[in-house]
Nanobody, 117 residues
Framework: QVQLVESGGGLVQPGGSLRLSCVASGTFINTSPMDWGRQAPGKERELVASISPGGGNTNYPTSVKGRFTISRDNAKNTVYLQMNSLKPEDTAVYYC??????????WGQGTQVTVSS
């Protein structure tokens, strides 16, 4: 059984920064790609960052590229999302996701990020 717990959300002013953390428990952690996604009110969930099992490959959509950085520490079973130059449109609930190769997909319960002055 995989469990994912996000933390680090909060209220930040436009232009500010936050770092989100996601601690994973269970098996397959170190061999699974992981992602961060977000969902704003009234909108579909979208992916904002992906990282390979070893951390050597990352991907971002155009909307966050250059502002967000995903990283992982497999020794701590933790994936991070560093968010800089935040904009009001980044306001959403942020979720981490673990994809087990050949197996299931798991989501955390999310952490709220609000960007407002």
């Amino acid at each position: 059984q995989v469990q994912l717990v996000e933390s680090g959300g909060g209220l930040v002013q436009p232009g500010g920064s936050l770092r989100l953390s996601c601690v994973a428990s269970g098996t397959f952690i170190n061999t699974s790609p992981m992602d961060w996604g977000r969902q704003a009110p009234g909108k579909e969930r979208e992916l904002v960052a992906s990282i390979s099992p070893g951390g050597g490959n990352t991907n971002y959509p155009t909307s966050v590229k250059g502002r967000f950085t995903i990283s992982r520490d497999n020794a701590k079973n933790t994936v991070y999302l560093q968010m800089n130059s935040l904009k009001p449109e980044d306001t959403a609930v942020y979720y981490c996701r673990l994809r087990v190769p050949g197996g299931g997909t798991y989501w955390g319960q999310g952490t709220q990020v609000t960007v407002s002055s």
